[in-house]
């Protein structure tokens, strides 16, 4: 996507390699973008990366209710009075 691309040229001396880099640049970007900016970037994009980009979107919201709500934490029978400290 030549929007990444650009952004990532723009960045790409200053970035550590940390997965938090791209997250606050790109909620910076997101900040100055008004509803038209937004429209204007999705026209630009590709069946295949709407699609990639909604897929994203429901894997991480999934994500998030699974750890809410708890799930994917495993138990034996023995370990009923057992507490998790983290």
Not at 23 to 41: A, C, N, P, R
Not at 50 to 59: E, T
């Amino acid at each position: 996507m030549e929007f990444v691309d650009n952004l990532y040229d723009l960045y790409k001396n200053k970035l550590t390699g940390d997965e938090e880099d791209a997250l606050i640049i790109i909620e910076g970007i997101l900040q100055t973008f008004s509803s038209k900016d937004v429209d204007e970037l999705m026209d630009k994009l590709s069946d295949q990366e709407r699609y990639d980009m909604l897929a994203l979107f429901l894997y991480e919201k999934f994500r998030q209710k699974l750890a809410e709500e708890g799930i994917g934490q495993t138990k034996n029978r023995d370990d009923v009075n057992t507490k998790y400290y983290h």
